[in-house]
Nanobody
């Protein structure tokens, strides 16, 4: 059974840093593109960052470029999102998504972790 489990959310002050983790179980992790999405209050879910299954190349939404870094550890079947210079508008539930690299219909989602940025 596949499991995708996020952790690391919490309450941070503006300008602070936080690292989210997403551990996967039951996946051939190295074959999956890994993505972080977020959904703020009253907003649509949006893609934050992607790290590819092959060369580990990363792409970012414009609103997090230069502030967030996505990385993966294939040995641990885990993906990370290092967030810095946090802003109140980063407040959202952050979701981890695993998408098979050539069978995109094979997708798995975590339950989400809440990040709140407030003074």
């Amino acid at each position: 059974q596949v499991q995708v489990v996020e952790s690391g959310g919490g309450l941070m002050q503006p300008g602070g840093s936080l690292r989210l983790s997403c551990a996967t179980f039951g996946l051939s992790f190295s074959y999956y593109h890994m993505k972080w999405y977020r959904q703020g209050p009253g907003k649509e879910r949006e893609l934050v960052a992607t790290i590819s299954s092959g060369d580990g190349s990363a792409t970012y939404a414009d609103f997090v470029k230069g502030r967030f870094t996505i990385s993966r550890d294939n040995a641990k079947s885990t993906v990370y999102l290092q967030m810095s210079s946090l802003k109140p508008e980063d407040t959202a539930v952050y979701y981890c998504n695993a998408e098979h690299s050539w069978r995109s219909s094979y997708q798995y989602w975590g339950q989400g972790t809440q990040v709140t940025v407030s003074s």
